[in-house]
T-cell receptor
Framework: DTAVSQTPKYLVTQMGNDKSIKCEQN?????MYWYKQDSKKFLKIMFS???????INETVPNRFSPKSPDKAHLNLHINSLELGDSAVYFC?????????????FGPGTRLTVL | AQKVTQAQTEISVVEKEDVTLDCVYE???????LFWYKQPPSGELVFLIR??????QNEISGRYSWNFQKSTSSFNFTITASQVVDSAVYFC???????????FGAGTTVTVRA
């Protein structure tokens, strides 16, 4: 059973398009996250949600809008895609979010904007 | 602001050699958590270890061992008798209490040659 899953695994699209990435966790965790990994492999937090409430929005452009319909899902919608949005996006979850708990990551979604 | 530094960008070793990855961190908090993750060529992020700031005991798990020293703000990772399957990017990360995110170092790419 996959603990944290993301779809799609690969996403290739044109500049200006709108796209979504879905994330689901079956671990019963309360907190979910989105991270971006750039071409140099640097990982940076984008959003944190605890019990469906937004906790962190780390200076991400408002073209990025996370949505958490329930505790098990955190989707990422991106409007008006730009070349600089090309990256690998990782979803993660943890039991709590206070910094004490281990985050478990999904397999990543490689987004390529042409 | 918290910060994690992995000064080694790349390390290349021959199979069966030992390899040590350095991680130095900065934080103003007295309570914090340190992590190591592995990212193999397949791209997923695999959790290896979590250590809290009050537990300075070294830990060993098979061929992996970790040395945590608060006095030098370091949390180093050693792979003993490396194998080709250890080839990956290894990330050190820090989380402070009540901080809903991981702050990652830049990663160290380990290449183990047969």
């Amino acid at each position: 059973d996959t603990a944290v899953s993301q779809t799609p695994k690969y996403l290739v699209t044109q500049m200006g398009n709108d796209k979504s990435i879905k994330c689901e966790q079956n671990l019963g965790h309360d907190t979910m996250y989105w991270y971006k990994q750039d071409s140099k492999k640097f990982l940076k937090i984008m959003f944190s949600y605890n019990n469906k409430e937004l906790i962190i929005n780390e200076t991400v452009p408002n073209r990025f809008s996370p949505k958490s319909p329930d505790k098990a899902h955190l989707n990422l919608h991106i409007n008006s895609l730009e070349l600089g949005d090309s990256a690998v996006y990782f979803c993660a979850s943890s039991h709590g979010g206070s910094g004490t708990d281990t985050q478990y990551f999904g397999p990543g979604t490689r987004l390529t904007v042409l | 602001a918290q910060k994690v530094t992995q000064a080694q960008t790349e390390i290349s070793v021959v199979e069966k050699e030992d390899v040590t990855l350095d991680c130095v961190y900065e934080t103003r908090d007295t309570t914090y958590y340190l992590f190591w993750y592995k990212q193999p060529p397949s791209g997923e992020l695999v959790f290896l270890i979590r250590r809290n700031s009050f537990d300075e005991q070294n830990e060993i798990s098979g061929r992996y061992s970790w040395n945590f020293q608060k006095s030098t703000s370091s949390f180093n990772f050693t792979i003993t008798a490396s194998q080709v399957v250890d080839s990956a990017v290894y990330f050190c990360a820090l989380s402070e209490v009540n901080d809903y995110k991981l702050s990652f170092g830049a990663g160290t790419t380990v290449t183990v040659r047969a």
